[in-house]
């Protein structure tokens, strides 16, 4: 699939606001993550996995960005196909599909430590109250919890939200995501069972065209054929349910720590 972006999201919001990431557009932003020097310059060490924060330039083009090499990934019982870093390039594939901008540019290449995830670094507004922001009833956070449901998001934790200097909030680090089985744990349980709109539900339709037609080859090669067949059938349930989905008693609905 080509790295094109949608021009305008949902609201007349361009997919990625400038004022969040350097001054970079979504195209340039692909573009400069594609086919950019990666520089590394630290390391996020609260992370489970080798995070990487870097510089990247092209061109006379520069920003800033993270890397995540498969060679540092910690293998996960539970998720022992594939890569994680597959999974975050799925997500995003899935993001821009919506058209809401949810998860910022984010490619899959090679880089100092071989291959892994290459995502656009995001600014954000340190005034923000993450743990209020995660209680309120944001309808920013609804198509984040729309968009968990879809990707089975197994840990959207408060300090995977990052809120832009823009007031766009983004998420971030999929990489435990498309399980086979519902694995479901987040915060954002505020819409639990609540009917879906009818724009949500177009939503919904249009990406299970999307994963059956255009998105299917993109999809191939990041999940398995379990994964992709799952993702189709999550689609097809919230279609037919027209609700969020509710905790189950399987497993605990919120991760932790939280944040």
Known sequence: MSESVSSVAPGGRPPLEPLDAGGLDAAGALRLLRDGTITVTGRLV???????YCEISHDGDTGR??????????????FP????AGRERAAYLLSEATGAGIVPPTVLRDGPFGTGMVQLWIDIDETVDL?????????QLRA????DAVVNNADRKGSHLLPGPSGRIYGIDHGVTFHVEDKLRTLLWTWRGQRLRAD???????LREAVGGRLAAALTGLLTDAEIAS???RIDRLLTERRFPVPSGDWPPIPWPPF
């Open 131 to 139: 743990v209020a922001l995660t209680r309120s009833d944001d309808p």
């Open 231 to 233: 993702l189709r059938a």
């Open 81 to 84: 196909d594939g890569t994680l």
């Open 46 to 52: 609260d992370a489970s996995n080798a995070t990487l």
């Open 200 to 206: 949500e539900l177009e939503l919904l339709v249009c």
């Open 65 to 78: 960005c993270v890397y995540k090499p498969v060679r540092g990934e910690r293998a996960l019982w539970d």
């Open 144 to 147: 984040i919890a729309l968009f």
